[in-house]
Structures are given as C-alpha cells and as structure tokens.
C-alpha cells in the first residue's frame, strides 16, 4: 500500500479522542506527506509588521525546503518572494534580517528590486530578458501586524481568517510596536507535540510555575469549549466589550483559527511574576481601560499569541524534521518604550522564557516515549484536553480531505 | 569567443551594444604611421550594433596588472559604420595603458569599456560649414566625425588641417586624400613641423598660427570649429581665433594629453579649476589621486585598492563603502538607502570627490 492511502486509512479509522499513531509523530515520510499537505499550501504566519519598518528591510524564514524572505517595498507593500535567485539558485538574502536598497545575490551580484524585478544581470548576452527571471512570488498578506505566507500556487481565501481576527487585533496597534526581544529554541519533537502541549493547561500545574501565578489552567480559558458558561470569563467578555475590545471566544468553521480575550487570574495584568504590568507604557492607546487580560490568537499549524495590555507575545512554529521543531517567541512593546526606562527586560520575558524551557522538556520527553515500540495511542481527558481534540481533529481533517483531493470541510468539533 | 560566422541581420534587427551589458572583442590591430596603431573592436556577442557621436570617447579597462588601469580613447571610427568600433592610439614615453595595448592586445581578446561618452561632437554643436583642426592623435574624432559626415552628406564643407610632426606621422592621410576625391567641399591642410632630407613635401612647414589658418581655411570666421591636441596647440589656436574676432561660441576643443601617463575622463567642468583630488583609503593604509570627474572606485583602482563591484551604475550596491570624511556627489540609481546614506555610506562607483575625501576601504 502507498504512503497516501496508508496515511489516509490510518486517519479515517483512527480511534476518536486518541492521540496519533506513531509514525505521524517519529516517521519522516509522515512528516513530508504532512509537510506537502499542510505547511506548502496553508497560510503561515511569518512574523510582524514592525519586523520590516522601513523599506529595504526584509527578514528572512526556511520553511521546509522554502527558503523565504520578506521585505517592505519603496511603496510600502510588505511582500514575500522565494529566497532563491533566478540564476543558479543562491540564497539572495543570506541573513536573518537586515536592510537593503535592492535584494543583490551575493554570488554574482544578480540585483532584484524591492518588488522582486530582476534590474540588473551583468553580461548575460542579447537574448536574455530581465523581465523573465525575477524573484518568486509567495503569496503575502498583513492583518493587524501580523504578516501571514502562503507556498501554494493558488493560496486559500485569506478573507475570512482577516474579517475574524482584524476586529481583536486592531485595537493592539501591533503593525507599530517594538520587538523588544526575540527567542528560537528548538524543540526535539515532531510539530504536532508541539502544538499538542499548547492545546492544554493539564499539564501547566505541575509544569509551569510561573506561567500558573497569572494564567489560569482553567479549560475553559485554554480549550475550545465552556468559556461563554464560566461566569468569570462571561463577566470578563462584557467589561472588555464595553470598551470596545471585541472579546468572545469566535472560532472558524474549519476549526482552523480562532480569537478570545481571556481573563488572567485575580488581578493581574501581565505575565509576571507579581502580575502587575511588565512595561510602564501601555501597548496601545486604544485600547483605554486596565486589566484585559490576554487576547488569544491561535491559527494552525503556525502560531499562538498572547496579546495584554501592556505587551504582546506572538509564537511561530516551523517544523525542521520528524522530530525537530523551531518555535520562535517574539516580544513586542509600545514603539516609543525604552528599555531599562519603561521595562526591564529580564522581568519582560521571565515567564516565558521558562514556560518555554518547560514545555520544550516536556515536548522531548513526551517524543522520547513515542519513539518506543510499546507506545499507542492513549486517551485524552474529556475535562482537560478538549484543545488537544480539536487540534488532531482538525489535523485528520484537513490531510484527509487533501489526500482525497477535496477541499477541507467543516470540523464536527466547534 | 565564437562569433566568427555572424548570422547577416539589418542594423534594426539588432540591439545597440551597451557597456552594462557587452564587452568588446578585438578584431583587428592595424599599424597606422611609426608610433600608432588602430585597435577595432566589435561585441562580445552578435546581433549588437554600436550606437554612439562621431567625436566621443570610450574609456578601456586595460588589465596591465592585478588591478586594471582605466584609459580613455576617442574614437576614430564612424557610427555610420556600426559593426565596429575603433580606437587609434599613439604609444608615448612611460605610457603603461596604452603600452600594454601595443604589447598585448591581439584579435579575439576581450575588454571592458565605458561610454561612449563625450559632447565633442559636430551632432551636438551643428554648423553650417567646419573648420576640424587637430594635432597629433588629436586627429582622432576628427576622423570620426569627416567618416560620419563622408557617410551621411558627402556634400559637407570641411577644412580639414592637421599638423604632424613629419610628413610620415600624418595619420590617416591615404584615406584622407582619398574622401578628398569624394567630398567635393572637404579640403586638406597638412602642417608638419619638419620633413626628412629629400622628402618630398609641398605643404606647410613650421607651428599653426594665425597666419596658416587663414591661408588654410580663408573663411574661417563663418566656420564652427573643432580642434583637439595638445595644450599649447589649441591655445595658439583660441588665440589666433579670438584675435580675428572669431565667434568664440562657435569653438569647441577637446582636451588631449599625449605625455600624460593618466589622460582624465573629460567631463563637464563650468569653473574650469578642476585638480586631482586626494582620496585616502583607510583599512589599505593607501593614499591616491581621484581626476576630476572621476568616481571613487576608479580613484581605488588607480590606487590599487580593490572595492567589490558589479553593476558600476550606482543600482547593485556592491560598492558601498563608509565615507570617513570629505565631500562627495553621488549621483546612484537606487542602490543604497537613505539610511545608509545618513550613516556616511557611499557608493564608490557613481561618488565623485568634492575635495579630499577619506573612506573605510
């Protein structure tokens, strides 16, 4: 039997409520199936606005086998191209970031405009035609600071993901923050154990000290079901809303991405140690009132956030291997805060810093146990792991459909 | 090199050569009197035409060494002949560009060129009758232009003098006497300054003065005028011009150095004070001179500092450089940000020194 119809039959009659069976966490044919499936043809997020302030300033991102870069353009436009020249191949932009009048191959000097057009090519006879060898396009867009990719030819409609999601972030005013710190850890694990640790706080107690002093392990904050019932968060939804931060827990149809603004526990306001603001200056000036908690953003298979009155945390997940993944931890505050003034830094990214230590442990130790030949699928906690549910549920679906050459349908979990 | 057996195509089949793009391939190395040679080139690739003035100059990068050498030709070929192109030069004393050409440059080599360039000539600055007064290799785009005009309205009024040393050292004077024979109003005036024993020699003898244009080119007031040569040459010339009461608008000169190891780009210049200027180059520990109107990466090549480049155009950013102090016009297209620019970046190849200038290379 072949891959596909192997990995198909394997989805079709998985035991609901189950995590997956081995191969798709430790097989590398699996993890190029789910690379092809999933990764080259899904919106990515890649990261921030403000990562690209001026024009000429670009950043660069290996997706799979992709290398990517991202610049802003003379008029603007942030775009993405494929980060490799229409020459022989060279990665144009070599560095992780930096700015550049014109994006140059550093192997022969090939000159590509800021909008991807090959300008100059030295002495590459009469017949060549510039207009044909320039950059690549990849699919790009920008909603609310946050800068989304998309590999496929033909990208899914980005419409409805930006009607959702611009409402919650724009009041952020994120396209304007400051990175005050970025962090890429690699996680040893395939990147479905990665985002099966995000999906629930079952395991936070026991786990996550710092994170637990304000974030609160309650499902109904983390998971996918219940919120609207707790009265905490219900009472929470309409303080925010009256001050016109859109609030409730809305989740797209296909399960795929969805937003909330949940309460932290007590009285806090941020991810510190003592709760109280990180950062002096608020994120935003419009957002006008205290203690809003944490705006929730999740959009698979790339990113989780963590958006707060007074900074925000966006999470990138790329998957290197079968068992290796990049997760990319970005901090952003108000533009005009000044480290050592108006924050500290260590006090900014304590929390994180060691909930992400943490979970990569976990994620290692979790992948450690799968490769075992005694591993199969456990069950999940109804209670707890409704998240978790719902990532595999929506994983199963999208590969399923895909393998079978349909467009992803509605998931039976929201 | 494999463009013996060009396809035949019409001129607008063809694409014009460009310097950015294409290079030139020698084709022919022809001797022309005791010290001169013609070098003809045409495109590194078929299918090119050369579009340029009868009257302007390319400069040749020269490799004489680890780092080339920029030296700067008119050319004496016509644009109305625009397969080719050519350059007659004449070899002088402690020459090590023009040397090299003569020593090393063979059919099938392949050079680096820039322009052409130049407002020195007749399409630019059209009369109704020339006077085209040159000494020397000075002779050069004057050729170029008589060949044009020979082409293009063989009916053209020329007074063509040009002094030479000997009667032997008149170049191009075989073909000269014979556009004579199809250009009805083109007349010759040799002056040289001396002749052998027994050789014959019924035209003018001594140095061009007043006197010698006027029995040259005895309506030489209604003629626009263009002279090349040596210093002192056009200066008896304008001299000898304006004390007639030329019209002194209607004279036009280009500057040719013969004993000069580095003639300059010429380049527009109101003031006419134009001096080398000093550029230091830091990390090297090296010191040179920049021409006027020369850029900062000619100035490091001359110097023998090597600055990464590519486009040369100011558009690929290869050359940026951080200017340490001093002045610069930089005139680019595009390949350096303003950022940078605020950071004290230049680019070498399109930066022309205002004065001295020091910069981290």
């Known amino acids: 039997m072949d891959l596909h119809s192997s990995v198909l039959r394997q989805l079709k009659n998985r035991r609901e409520g189950f995590s997956l069976a081995q191969p798709f966490y430790i097989d590398p044919d699996y993890f190029k199936l789910d690379m092809e499936t999933i990764w080259y043809r899904d919106w990515l997020f890649i990261g921030h606005d403000c990562e690209v302030p001026r024009a000429g300033n670009y950043f660069t991102a290996q997706i799979g086998d992709y290398p990517v870069v991202v610049v802003r353009g003379k008029d603007g436009a942030i775009r993405a191209f494929h980060n490799t020249c229409r020459h022989r191949g060279h990665r144009v932009c070599t560095s992780d970031r930096g700015a550049s009048a014109k994006l140059v191959c550093p192997y022969h000097q090939w000159t590509y405009d800021l909008d991807g057009s090959l300008v100059f090519a030295r002495q590459m006879g009469e017949t060549f035609d510039k207009s044909e060898f320039g950059l690549k396009t990849v699919h790009c867009e920008s909603v609310g600071g946050y800068v989304f990719v998309c590999l496929a030819d033909e990208a899914p409609d980005f419409a409805p993901m930006r009607a959702a999601i611009e409402p919650y972030l724009k009041p952020h005013r994120l396209w304007e923050a400051k990175v005050a710190h970025r962090s890429t850890i690699i996680e040893k694990g395939n990147w479905k154990l990665v985002w099966e640790n995000n999906r629930e706080c079952y395991h936070c107690a026991g786990n996550h000290p710092e994170l637990c002093r304000t974030y609160p392990e309650a499902p109904t904050a983390t998971g996918v079901q219940g919120a609207k019932d707790d009265p905490f968060i219900a009472e929470h939804w309409a303080r925010c809303e009256a001050a016109g931060l859109p609030s409730e827990f809305r989740m797209d149809p296909t399960g795929q991405f969805r937003v909330a603004r949940m309460p932290l526990i007590q009285e806090a306001e941020s991810y510190t140690l003592s709760g109280k603001p990180a950062v002096r200056r608020p994120l935003s000036a419009d957002v006008p009132v205290s203690h809003v908690g944490t705006m929730l953003l999740f959009h698979y298979p790339t990113t989780w956030n963590h958006i707060l009155g007074d900074h925000a945390i966006s999470f990138r997940v790329l998957p290197l291997s079968a068992e290796e993944t990049a997760v990319t931890t970005t901090w952003l505050v108000n533009k005009d805060a000044v480290e050592g003034v108006d924050y500290d830094l260590d006090t900014l990214t304590h929390v994180w810093t060691m909930t992400n230590d943490q979970d990569r442990a976990i994620v290692e130790e979790n992948a450690f146990g799968i490769r075992s030949p005694a591993y199969e699928p456990g069950p999940y906690s109804l209670d707890h792991e409704g998240g978790v549910m719902q990532f595999v549920e929506w994983y199963s679906n999208f590969m399923v459909d895909r393998l079978q050459g349909r467009e992803a349908p509605l998931s039976a979990v929201a | ?361």
Not at chain 2, 43 to 63: A, C, N
Not at chain 2, 84 to 110: E, N, Y
Not at chain 2, 158 to 173: Q, Y
Request: charged share 25%; net charge negative.
């Open chain 2, 1 to 361: 090199m494999n463009i013996s057996v060009p396809n035949y195509r019409h001129v607008d089949e063809m694409r014009p050569w460009s310097d950015r793009e294409h290079r030139l391939a020698c084709v022919a190395v022809t001797p022309e009197s005791p010290d001169v040679m013609t070098f003809t080139f045409r495109p590194d690739r078929s299918g090119l035409w050369f579009r340029y003035l009868p009257g302007q100059f390319v400069t040749l990068e020269l490799p004489v060494g680890p780092e080339p050498v920029l030296r700067t030709y008119t050319l004496s070929s016509s644009p109305s002949r625009p397969y080719t192109v050519a350059v007659t030069v004449k070899a002088q004393a402690g020459s090590i560009g023009t040397r090299w050409m003569f020593d090393h440059l063979k059919p099938g080599m392949v050079l680096t060129a820039i322009g052409p360039l130049g407002d020195f000539s007749y399409v630019r600055h059209p009369g109704r009758k020339y006077l085209f007064i040159s000494a020397g290799s000075g002779i050069t785009p004057m050729m170029s232009m008589t060949r044009d005009l020979g082409d293009r309205s063989p009916d053209s009024d020329i007074a063509f003098v040009h002094c030479a040393r000997t009667p032997d050292d008149i170049i191009f004077r075989a073909e000269l006497e014979a556009k004579a024979r199809e250009m009805e109003n083109l007349s010759l005036g040799f002056v040289v300054r001396q002749a052998a024993r027994g050789q014959l020699w019924s035209g003018l003898k001594g140095r061009i003065d007043k006197a010698k244009i006027a029995l040259l080119a005895p309506d030489f007031l209604d003629r626009t005028v263009f002279c090349c040569g040596p210093e002192p040459f056009m200066a008896t010339v304008r001299e000898s011009l304006a004390s007639a009461g030329f019209e002194m608008k209607n004279y036009h000169e280009e500057t040719f150095q013969p004993v000069k190891p580095e003639p300059p780009v010429v380049v527009a210049d109101p003031s006419g004070e134009a001096a080398p200027t000093k550029v230091t180059f830091a990390m090297s520990g090296k010191e040179g001179a920049c021409e006027p109107g020369h850029t900062l990466l000619q100035a490091a090549r001359a110097a023998g500092v090597r600055i990464g480049a590519a486009c040369e155009s100011g558009l690929c950013g290869t050359c940026k450089v951080m200017k340490l102090s001093g002045e610069v016009e930089m005139n680019h297209n595009g390949g350096i940000l303003d950022d940078e620019i605020d950071e004290g970046y230049v680019l070498a190849c399109c930066s022309r020194p205002k004065g001295d200038v020091e910069i981290e290379a």
